[in-house]
């Protein structure tokens, strides 16, 4: 199984990516590609991991990576996992209604399975941006 981490920012630079268009594609693709995974959004950085049999890992990165809406994107992990760490698709996005308390037990909660890294390096970004 393939698990693939990447960071990218939003495109043009300071646009509210459309996250709504982005969720339903998302779902749908990758539930019939069987590729699971995290996207967590503020609306300008995008953090995902994605995971699944190694070819639809690398079909749903190719079409992401030529994505017009998002840019500067890095892959900062690409590994082998002996099973899956996520167990569906989802994505988050701190919502108005949210607390910063209550948006981390959700992250902590998606991210239970995750390895250290994968874990360490959402709830890094997700510190980082609230401090921003
Ligand atoms: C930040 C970001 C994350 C995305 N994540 C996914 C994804 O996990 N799966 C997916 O199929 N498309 C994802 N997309 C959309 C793809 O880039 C592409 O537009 C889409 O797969 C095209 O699918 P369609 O031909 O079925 O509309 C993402 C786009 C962006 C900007």
Do not use: K
């Amino acid at each position: 199984m393939r698990q693939l981490l990447y960071i990218s920012s939003s495109h043009p630079r300071g646009a509210a990516a459309d996250i709504a268009a982005i969720l339903g594609q998302s779902q749908r693709n990758n539930c019939a590609a069987g590729v699971t995974g995290l996207l967590w959004t503020d609306g300008v950085r995008f953090l995902q991991v994605l995971e699944g049999e190694a070819d639809a890992v690398a079909a749903t990165y190719a079409r992401i990576a030529a994505d017009p809406r998002h840019t500067a994107i890095v892959v900062l992990a690409d590994r082998t996992v002996a099973a899956r760490e996520f167990g569906d698709w989802s994505m988050a996005r701190r919502g108005p209604g949210d607390t910063a308390d209550g948006f981390d037990a959700r992250m902590q909660a998606a991210l239970g399975a995750a390895s250290p890294a994968v874990r360490g390096t959402f709830m890094g970004l997700i510190a980082a941006r609230r401090a921003a």
